[in-house]
């Protein structure tokens, strides 16, 4: 199972991101083991913010995914390297998931890196995967996932993981 928020639905980048920690939250306080990462997007003088992922579940510290290139810099300022580190310690929590929830699927993932070997190996185990995707990447997002792919109203999205928690494995 893999539920997708529209970035543009939730307010944003942003917005999907507290719903999915707040999600997280709840159901880790429920005693669901959710793991996956979560980003954060602080305001930054030279860029327009900086980015980091807190990893759910590995108790280690928040990975910093973007980089300074500088003020008059026009290059992505995502460190890809970074994000490559942060799947890794994803995969690594899997074995304790019950559901994954991550930050997004986008340029890298379009690519084949970032966290598509975390949405795989999650799939591949049964477990229900909750994700944001940006306008800009929705076609390339549905093309990736088929059929697998649930659009979710941010309303719906904390019910539909429950409901997938309950769904019987495929």
């Not at 500088?70 to 929590?93: H, I, K, M, W, Y």
Request: with cysteine.
């Amino acid at each position: 199972m893999l539920g997708w928020l529209d970035q543009a639905e939730t307010g944003g980048g942003d917005g999907a991101h507290r719903l999915m920690r707040e999600i997280a939250a709840t159901l880790g306080t429920e005693g669901v083991p959710v793991r996956g990462a979560i980003q954060t997007n602080q305001p930054a003088a030279n860029c327009h913010c900086d980015m980091s992922l807190e990893i759910l579940g590995d108790g280690g510290p928040e990975v910093v995914i973007s980089q300074d290139l500088g003020p008059s810099a026009t290059g992505c300022r995502l460190d890809a390297g970074a994000l490559e580190l942060a799947a890794q310690r994803v995969l690594n929590t899997l074995p304790e998931a019950r559901l994954v929830v991550l930050n997004k699927y986008g340029k890298q993932e379009i690519m084949g890196r970032g966290m598509v070997a975390v949405i795989a190996d999650a799939m591949d185990r049964d477990l229900p995967v909750l994700i944001s995707v940006a306008p800009e990447q929705q076609a390339e997002f549905l093309s990736f996932a088929g059929d697998l792919a649930v659009k979710l109203a941010p309303g719906d999205a904390a019910r539909w993981c429950r409901d997938a928690l309950q769904a019987p494995a495929a």
